[in-house]
T-cell receptor
Framework: DAKTTQPTSMDCAEGRAANLPCNHS???????VYWYRQIHSQGPQYIIH???NNETNEMASLIITEDRKSSTLILPHATLRDTAVYYCIVRVPTGTASKLTFGTGTRLQVTL | DAGVIQSPRHEVTEMGQEVTLRCKPISGHDYLFWYRQTMMRGLELLIY????????DSGMPEDRFSAKMPNASFSTLKIQPSEPRDSAVYFC??????????????FGPGTRLTVL
């Protein structure tokens, strides 16, 4: 799997958009970008994934650059409950390659 | 749906004892994964099943670890004998595959294992 680079930590005011960047400059053509988060003492939670087009669901939006070397996860209106560690993962979603390997992620702190 | 269910949520045992962790995947999902998470090593895939059949167990640390999936709604991860270095949070996850394509995985709340 391609390596990803994320900032160690970020702060965001409640109600504002949280923009979490991820660099994956060595991503290959068949690798997808996935985002998960882990709230303290809970299991990882799937957020969103994409291949090359921007994606949006009820939780977040994913913006992938045209060259696919970086992406941004956007939480449009962050709340205190969004405080968590966010993991950007690139993977080929088939067979054993589909295993999830979390790096250190970005610790997002949402504040009042 | 209740999501992935794991039991127990916490387990404290003494070295040498047998430990059994249990998982009920989301109904209808055909993939089941067992992961282990520690501060030192992060999240590691131990084994995964497709339609109750073990596909890849290369992540299982050693022969002390075994996993079974007797039916589509139940899986166990057993450690015998347990050792202090097995202390970790063990997660079970399930996924609804599209053939060989495995989209998002849904995780259970985990079992925190402490081996004294």
């Amino acid at each position: 799997d391609a390596k990803t680079t994320q900032p160690t930590s970020m702060d965001c005011a409640e109600g504002r958009a949280a923009n979490l960047p991820c660099n994956h400059s060595t991503i290959s053509g068949n690798e997808y970008v996935y985002w998960y988060r882990q709230i303290h003492s809970q299991g990882p939670q799937y957020i969103i994934h994409g291949l090359k087009n921007n994606e949006t669901n009820e939780m977040a939006s994913l913006i992938i650059t045209e060259d696919r070397k970086s992406s941004t996860l956007i939480l449009p209106h962050a709340t205190l409950r969004d405080t968590a560690v966010y993991y950007c993962i690139v993977r080929v979603p088939t067979g054993t390659a589909s295993k999830l390997t979390f790096g250190t992620g970005t610790r997002l702190q949402v504040t009042l | 749906d209740a999501g992935v269910i794991q039991s127990p949520r916490h387990e404290v045992t003494e070295m040498g004892q047998e430990v059994t962790l249990r998982c009920k995947p989301i109904s209808g999902h055909d993939y089941l994964f067992w992961y282990r998470q520690t501060m030192m090593r992060g999240l590691e895939l131990l084994i995964y099943f497709n339609n109750n059949v073990p596909i890849d167990d290369s992540g299982m640390p050693e022969d002390r670890f075994s996993a079974k999936m007797p039916n589509a709604s139940f899986s166990t991860l057993k450690i015998q004998p347990s050792e202090p270095r097995d202390s970790a949070v063990y997660f079970c996850a399930s996924s609804l595959g599209q053939g060989a394509f495995i989209p998002e995985q849904f995780f259970g709340p985990g079992t925190r294992l402490t081996v004294l």
